[in-house]
């Protein structure tokens, strides 16, 4: 065998990608003052290979930001954990100690941007300052002079001027602050980064921006996956290799990007995409339709589909029993409904 055939088939050898995220049954729920469980990540099961973009959608309430700080360990009430599993590097972090989830696993094999992360930085710090509290924990052999140097390289890497780590959050603009914070959150290179509504409140300019600093960060190994968390579905389309659905607490539907935006099966995700306004070609024509009702009480036990109050599709038997995913060639979703009956009813909708 050639030196090129070699090399080819030992790039064929990895084919299926290395898990770097695994989560299993999760559960976590908020306790009000009242002692009722409000049950916000209910059985919730993915998993993500490396070098792969997972987007997370659905309306305000669905679980999505419960979710991304479950995935941190982030458990401080009024948020509990209740069951499951959320293996990081081979590693069940339910397992792990508070110290050592922030010593071993946090910065390092996953990371954080939350939601109006805008407003996660320390105004009376420089942003040299959060970098350097950093690498004290997690790289105590380097230097301040070293960590400046690390830190200038990263961001000029990410196109972000050095003089960025002389200056307070309060001198720079939205985007910026934006780029600023995710270019710290991965100064550790981690597997994993969770990104929650990171281009929310951003102006289109800073959304692309943010954007294109994201598949940077892939590109450039700074980090090996991302899962990007929006309500905004047809954002994912440019950014996510796949999308999942959330709906009271559950994943309804789970797909590649271009099947979840023009061709989606779930009626929820189906009645999602209506919704919105959609700019991609092909969708620019569809009516925009509110989805009736509201979601259900999740301090309440659910029997059947979450959604069958809202859908217009729904049967007796949507409303008894545990209803169990599907799974269509690589599409999988929560219905008791096949492929085609669903696509029947959308195409006699739409004549």
Known sequence: MSPNMLEIAQSDVPAARRT??????????????LKEKVHAVDGVSFALEEGKTLGIAGESGCGKSTLALSLMGFYFPPLYYSSGSIMIGG????????????????????AYIPQAAMNALNPTLKILH??????????????????????????RTLHLSPD??????????????????????????????????????????????????????????????????THELPLLYHVADDIMVMYAG?????GTARQMIFDPYHPYTKRLMGSIIVPEEGMKAHKLAAIPGAPPNLKMAIDGCRFADRCTYAADACRHGKIDNRTAGERVYRCIFGPGTLKEWYASEER
């Open 91 to 110: 590693i069940d972090i339910m397992q792990l100690s508070k110290e050592q989830l922030r010593k071993r696993i946090l910065g390092r094999e996953i």
């Open 130 to 155: 959060f970098i350097e509290d950093i690498m004290k924990e997690h790289r105590p052999e380097l230097t301040k002079s070293q960590v400046r140097e690390m830190a200038a390289e990263r961001f």
């Open 20 to 33: 770097v995220l695994e989560v299993k049954e999760l559960k976590t729920y908020y306790k009000t003052r």
């Open 164 to 229: 960025v780590l002389n200056a307070y959050p309060n001198e720079l603009s939205g985007g910026m602050k934006q780029r600023t914070v995710i270019a710290i959150s991965t100064i550790l290179n981690p597997n994993v980064l969770v990104a929650d509504e990171p281009t929310s409140a951003l102006d289109v300019t800073s959304q692309k921006a943010v954007i294109k600093l994201l598949k940077e960060l892939i590109g450039k190994k700074f980090i090996k996956s991302l899962i990007f968390i």
């Open 250 to 254: 559950e994943i309804v539907e789970r």
